[in-house]
């Protein structure tokens, strides 16, 4: 009866799934560099890190889709990937009210950012670390300066559409490893080690496909490429630059090999618990790299990540499709909050505590950054009301034999091979930490093993949550498709 009660509440807000209408298609593109011209706070770590300069430039890239039926309008998207570490909540809707009255006949709903989970990007306001320095560019004003340049870029590619074809296609590339080690006592570590006597073995599986979307213009000259990966950008991670990681270096690959204007989107999978770091063979894997000539990590990486691309590209390129069926389904979803328990909220106590004990001039950017983590659990603990539930923007899209669907975690990868292999598309885009950010939504193993993005400081969602946002994925999907046998 629970869990029936909890679907109910998750699906209350639920909308009709739209009937899927074939329509020419019209693409169009912009890119807009948001790389600060100061320095800058760091995201992705609990110790505060000031930027010391640029070690590969940030952007944001909008995709504008549209099918039309003569001259109306049968369906639209407008989808931004932003080299970001998250799309923090609210800053969607600050975008969509920075774009009234520019984008004619674009129903605003169908805006989608996402992003590309870099760690070596600014601070867009998360409540992790107070910015005092001098000649530091704050975090507000870092995001109005990411919101003017991605409404320019948004603005410019539903301007710019046109007619085109796309086509899509499947490769293989090693990028995403599992990175949470378990051990013999049934727990679990992030980024464990595994040269221990009581290692067991790695926690969940991988995903190496390499999911592509190619996209024309009416001449059927390639203009832009989505590619969406089972794994994070993080591979620079504590580095004290700004750097859009391994994306960076596959986009100079593609460009060199394509054209130098080529547009490309990308897109973070369900990779909660993956990662570009090697977990085995680590020396040998630096080894390689250094006979190949010093290779970088993030280019090694780019390199297979964009042979994978051409490896598809080869194979489909002389398919453009002009007219294809196209629908984009927009609701919100609300999936109940992970409830704390009490051990979980004493041995939140039990970290803040030592850390409240300190003079408030004493406690360095890690205790503050702690002291907030761990201290939200105790809130959601003493106000349970307040974290009943979490709303989640959740877009589906079908563009002819593929199935787009976004979420707003790091969502384990299980949960992501749970809604590929149900599927009913011939090809499944997943895309995490889109329209909004609810942490890590682990898996019932994860949570039972313990650790660093499986415990509730990590996210507001557990498995329960989990198997709704499944669910109702899937279901929608599978409603833009008919029955098999039918």
């Keep these: 009866m629970k869990l029936l009660l909890a679907v109910a509440a998750a699906l ?3 909308a009709p799934v739209p009937e899927v209408r074939t329509g020419k298609l019209h693409v169009g593109w ?21 930027s010391t ?10 995709l504008a889709l549209e099918t039309r039926d003569g001259e109306g309008s049968v369906d639209q998207a407008i989808l931004v990937s932003c080299d970001l570490v998250a799309i923090r909540d609210g800053i969607q809707a600050r975008l969509r009210k920075l774009l009234e009255g520019k984008l004619e006949g674009f129903d605003p709903r169908k805006l989608l950012l996402s992003a590309t989970h870099t760690h070596t990007a600014p601070v867009t306001g998360e409540p992790w670390y107070d910015v005092t320095e001098d000649g530091v560019m704050k975090p507000a ?39 949470r080690m378990v051990y013999a006592d049934g727990k679990a570590a992030m980024y464990g080690r595994n040269d221990r006597p009581d290692f067991r073995g790695v926690e969940g599986y991988e995903d190496h496909g390499v999911e592509t979307l190619f996209f024309f213009d009416g001449a059927r000259k390639l ?21 859009s990681d391994f994306w960076d ?72 499709l002009v ?24 041995a939140a106590r039990a970290v803040c505590a030592p850390i409240e004990q300190k003079p408030v001039e004493k406690r360095s950017s890690t205790d503050v950054s702690r002291l907030r983590w761990h201290g939200e659990v105790v809130e959601r603990y003493e106000r349970p009301a307040d974290y009943a539930d979490y709303p989640v923007e959740l877009h589906v899209l079908r563009l002819g034999d593929v199935a787009i669907a976004s979420n707003a975690f790091e969502l384990f990868l299980d949960y992501g091979i749970q809604m590929k ?66």
């Design 12 to 14: 209350v807000l639920a």
């Design 30 to 50: 912009a890119s807009r560099d948001i790389t600060p011209d100061r320095p800058v706070a760091l995201s992705g770590q609990f110790h505060k890190r000031i």
């Design 53 to 62: 300069g640029v070690a590969a430039r940030l952007s944001v890239t909008a």
């Design 141 to 179: 004003e870092y995001v109005d300066f990411f919101l003017g340049r991605a409404a320019e870029a948004v603005a410019e590619a539903w301007k710019a559409r046109k007619p085109g074809g796309v086509t899509w296609g499947l490769g293989y590339a090693v990028a995403g490893l599992n990175r």
């Design 223 to 243: 203009t832009g490429v989505a590619v969406n990966v089972a794994c994070p950008s993080q591979v620079v991670e504590n580095a004290n630059t700004v750097s």
């Design 249 to 320: 270096d596959v986009r100079v690959i593609l460009r060199e090999r394509h054209a130098p204007d080529l547009h490309v989107l990308v897109w973070c999978a369900a990779a909660g618990d993956q990662s570009p770091h090697p977990q085995l063979r680590k020396a040998a894997d630096a080894r390689m790299r250094k006979l190949h000539g010093d290779v970088t990590e993030t280019r090694a990486i780019a390199l297979r990540l964009a042979d994978a691309v051409d490896y598809a590209w080869r194979a489909v390129k002389a398919e453009a």
């Design 323 to 346: 007219e294809v069926p196209f629908a984009h389904h927009v609701e919100e979803l609300r999936l109940p909050g992970r409830k704390i328990t009490e051990a979980e909220v004493r």
């Design 421 to 486: 292999a149900r599927s009913r598309a011939l090809q499944t885009f997943l895309i995490q930490l889109a329209c909004g950010c609810g942490g890590y939504l682990p898996t019932e193993r994860a949570v039972a093993g313990g650790g660093y993005s499986a415990i509730p400081e990590s996210g507001l969602v557990g498995p329960e949550g989990g198997r709704l946002l499944v669910d109702r994925t899937v279901e929608i999907m599978n409603g833009l498709w008919p029955a098999k046998g039918k």
